[in-house]
């Protein structure tokens, strides 16, 4: 197989929850620019409008999902993957993006800020992971998982005036831990799981780093932060074949700034 062809997307099936805006739209062009019909989900139907129209000026096949992962009464993550199966039939590539951040000291994170975050971050991931695995990737032995977890969740902030936010670093600490899980279960099935960690990117989610942005470019050794090109590469080859011997792994792009020990 050349190298084009291990790339090649075509025909595949993506569902790119946050994908109206930020690294989850960036993630689904990329997806349909390598030939995948792409499903994003957000609760915004009007980022979403925008990102479908963004999306079909490329030629790609869109479809947008209406979805608060949040609303665990609803059962959204089961509703989503219905969603996608009844318009495609199948879900080959997961990747799961929506999350939030609360920075804050922990001593005054409630219990209940802390929940919400890791219900989030965490089980809406597990739950699609689950359901997309279940009624499409397991039964047809092949599937690409693609959890975005974060630098933060590599270790902690630093205590020079680094951003305190416990709950969104642990959050995404168990992000990377279930991508090793999930990849070592599931393997004999054929798929493969993977988790993307970015490190700054500017984008609406990550605006409270704002104030940080020349500290954290200062100690970045390419000395820029991620743009809008940046997680197209990486996701593209944890989404096609081009990866069927990487599982489990966490991949770190932020310019080298997680390696810089100060």
Known sequence: MNVRDLFDLTGKVALVTGGSRGLGLQMAEALGEAGARVAISARNEDELAA????????????????????DAASKPAEAL???????????DILVNNAGMVRGGPAETTTIEQWRKVMALNVDACFELAREAAHRSMIPR?????????????????RPDGGVFAAS???????????TQALA??????????NAICPGYFP?????GLAESAPQILRATPMGRAGGGDDLKGVVAFFASEASRHVTGHAMAVDGGSSMVVT
Do not use: F, H
């Open 51 to 70: 990102a479908a129209t963004q999306l079909g000026a490329l030629g790609i096949e869109v479809l947008t999902i209406v979805n608060d992962l949040n």
């Open 81 to 91: 993957v219905s969603a996608v199966l009844a318009r495609w039939g199948a879900i």
């Open 141 to 157: 032995r092949a599937g690409k998982i693609i959890n975005i977890a974060s630098i933060a969740g590599l270790g902690g902030p």
């Open 168 to 178: 969104y670093n642990t959050s995404k600490g168990a992000l990377v831990s279930m």
């Open 184 to 193: 070592s279960e599931w393997g004999k099935y054929g798929i493969n799981v």
């Open 203 to 207: 984008t609406k989610l990550s605006a």
